[in-house]
């Protein structure tokens, strides 16, 4: 067994990348998906990249997989019906919720408050406290408890979440809580707080836990059938799947915890892009991973993912690790309309999709599109895929005419001015990831890929500053590369909530390996050898008063080594670059993480033959763009007969299988010797 899956699942295609963990040799694969049971497009997917690549599906060890399952359960508001079991007093946790409004300074002047995973009506209470220091203040009653299920079961809840008051320092109340529900309701799977989140805070424990019960019987039932429908088709090796924060984790804990997969999809790019960078000796990477109907951008610094310690998915922001991915509505469906109230240009944040889509596929589109302005530039070809797929060029025009008619300009202009607009959009959500967080992004390169990351990402490294764009090979089916070479990663959290000055280093310390020992176990039970395992410590500090802290990774030795003044120095230093000052205030520790981390996979990638610099073999032909205001000359070129030195200058066009890279005027491409292009000013 030497192959490596992955396999990345989206609203249009499912991508499949397969890997030859001896030799770096790869085949990748696109099938339609099918969103009434994704399994059905993953095994078709499964059944002819195999078959392409000469491969017995036994001979696949690892299946690695990235879903929007339960990110679409939220969105579509399809989880289950949650019952809530919560302490006395303190049911209306979820109506009460946090009192933030969003909008900015100014808020909305209305704002529907969102409709609670768990309902009041699905809410009960029973006796029983702990206090803050997790002694028992007063027991619980097991025939009220009992009582409460009943109702519940009655009411006809799907799921079970347990939350009650300090259990994060205590869970014994809990746990006897959900001993008696797995009693009485056998078949539906309890949530208990302290095992989701055990930190402070109880409405973000709470809602976190809620948001776990509420996806976890569809995630449960996708996971169970994929898994059996694997086991059918003869692929026997073990199922993973992405976590939010571009770790892997089990099929098995992601049904138990599937809060931790919330935003698995857009996590599978971020990785993929790791791998990349790792290969073509980049340490500073932002992506841009641009789709039909949004961009999804995120920031590597010295090859590290930045981390979030909040998932959001639409309204719902729960407290669970996630990579720090930022999305907005721009993308190659990204609809482009004149409203009457303005007169003014606009693109997005609506799509047409797939279906009809951009007019230029011909499928039945007649809004203009994103896709349908660079068609008429001529940044898209008409004959793509080695003339398999033809665009309606004229289709693309009649439509992006109605925007230039609106405005009373020229077609070109129009069309021109469409993808100024999408690309300063996704200008803006860069800036979000870099600047808004202190980082310089002259200090970066810029990857684009996705179906159209490629085609923006030499204009819109223009506006950042960020050399060199670089078009990674097989830019569309990235996230299931991302997929096929992380590792696996499982973390657990606990609160301190201490002054540093009273804190000694060996108290954090004893503290840090004794959660170490636990998230090594639940490595080492998924079958990761302890050898393989190594382990990172998180510690979030603040200042005494604040409301917000600042998390920060440390390793075993360097907390050894460094003592609490060595987390206080990096926390000063963290805090100078966020907001530019410092305070004189005594600094606090609030919550304590230990994460576990299993050997990263050394795939390598294949080196491609050396050229000499001239790239005339892969030239297909001729043709003519609109750039600069005016129309250009400029060549089409087969990416899969570039070599390592060639070089192009623009403007020109790359096709491949799964996407175009689009070289603007006054810039110039060059192949590295993995394959990646590099676009840099001439």
């Known amino acids: 067994m030497r192959y490596r899956l992955g396999v990345d699942v989206g609203g249009t295609f499912t991508d499949l990348l397969l890997f030859d963990n001896e030799t770096g040799e790869f085949w990748r694969e696109k099938t339609p998906s099918t969103p009434a049971d994704s399994s059905e497009g993953i095994l078709t997917g ?315 596929y011909g499928k039945g589109g007649e809004q203009p599109t994103v896709t349908d302005a660079n068609v008429v530039l001529g940044y898209l070809p008409e004959d793509l895929l080695g003339g398999s797929f033809k665009l309606d060029r004229d289709g693309a025009r009649r439509a992006v005419q109605t925007i230039a008619d609106a405005l009373d300009i020229g077609l070109m202009d129009a069309a021109r001015g469409i993808i100024d607009i999408v690309n300063e959009n996704m200008f803006g959500a860069l800036r979000m990831i870099s600047v808004q967080q202190g980082y310089d992004p002259r200090h970066f390169a810029l990857m684009g890929f996705g179906g159209a990351g490629p085609l923006h990402v030499n204009a819109v490294a223009k506006l950042m500053g960020s050399w060199p764009a670089i078009s990674p090979v097989s830019p569309g089916v990235l996230c299931a590369l991302g997929d096929a070479t992380t590792r696996m990663r499982t973390e657990t959290a606990r609160s301190f909530s201490r002054l540093a000055t009273e804190t000694r280093v060996e108290e954090l310390v004893a503290v840090l390996d004794e959660m170490a020992a636990q998230t090594h176990a639940e490595l080492t039970e998924d079958g990761i050898p302890e050898s393989h395992i190594t382990s990172e410590f998180e510690v979030d500090v603040r200042y005494a008063g604040q409301a917000f802290e600042v998390p920060l990774t440390i390793d075993p030795e360097t907390l050894r080594s460094e003592g609490i003044d060595g987390i206080l120095a990096r926390f000063d230093a963290e805090h100078r670059r966020l907001f530019t000052f410092n305070m004189d205030t005594p600094h606090e520790i609030v919550n304590l993480r230990a994460v576990a981390l299993g050997e990263a996979p050394q795939l390598p990638a294949a080196e491609l033959a050396r050229g000499d610099g001239n790239a005339d073999a892969a030239k297909i032909g001729d043709h003519t763009v609109w750039m600069d205001g005016k129309q250009q000359d400029a060549g089409i070129y087969h990416r899969a007969e570039l070599k390592q030195g060639d070089t192009i200058p623009g403007p020109a066009i790359i096709t491949e299988m799964d996407s175009t890279t689009l070289i603007e005027t006054g810039c110039v491409a060059t192949i590295d010797a993995v394959g990646n292009i590099l676009i840099n000013p001439a």
């Open 46 to 360: 499964v059944a002819s990249i195999t078959q392409e690549a000469g491969v017995d599906p036994a001979e696949i060890e690892f299946f690695l997989h990235g879903t929007t399952v339960a990110t679409n359960a939220v969105l579509e508001g399809k989880g289950a019906r949650v019952g809530l079991i919560v302490t006395e007093g303190y049911r209306d946790i979820m109506q009460i919720a946090r009192s933030f409004v969003p909008g900015g300074l100014a808020a909305w002047i209305v704002w529907p408050k969102p409709e609670p995973l768990a309902a009041l009506e699905d809410t009960v209470t029973i006796a029983g406290r702990m206090d803050a220091d997790g002694n028992e203040v007063r027991p619980l009653d097991e025939d009220q408890v009992r009582a409460q299920l009943r109702a519940l079961k009655d009411a006809g809840v799907e799921a079970i979440t347990v939350s009650l008051i300090n259990s994060y320092v205590n869970g014994a109340h809990e746990k006897r809580v959900g001993a008696i529900a797995h009693e009485t309701m056998q078949d539906i799977p309890v949530s208990l707080s302290h095992e989701v989140l055990p930190e402070m805070q109880e409405y973000e424990r709470t809602l976190s836990t809620v948001a776990n019960a509420s996806v976890r019987p569809v995630v449960g039932k996708y996971v169970s059938n994929l898994r059996d429908k694997l086991h059918a088709s003869g692929v026997t090796g073990k199922l993973s799947l992405l976590r939010s924060d571009g770790g892997l984790m089990s099929s098995q804990a992601a049904e138990e915890h599937p809060v931790n997969i919330l935003m698995s999809g857009p996590a599978g790019g971020v990785t993929g892009a790791l791998w990349v960078a790792k290969n073509a000796g980049f340490k500073n990477i932002l992506t841009l991973d641009v789709g039909g109907t949004s961009t999804d951008v995120a920031l590597i610094e010295n090859l590290e993912p930045r981390r979030v310690r909040t998932t959001e998915v639409g309204h719902l922001s729960v407290r669970a690790s996630s990579l720090d991915v930022k999305t907005v509505g721009a993308g190659g469906g990204s609809i482009a309309y004149v409203p009457e109230l303005t007169g003014a240009l606009r693109v997005g944040p609506e799509s047409a999709g797939a279906v009809p889509g951009p007019v230029a």
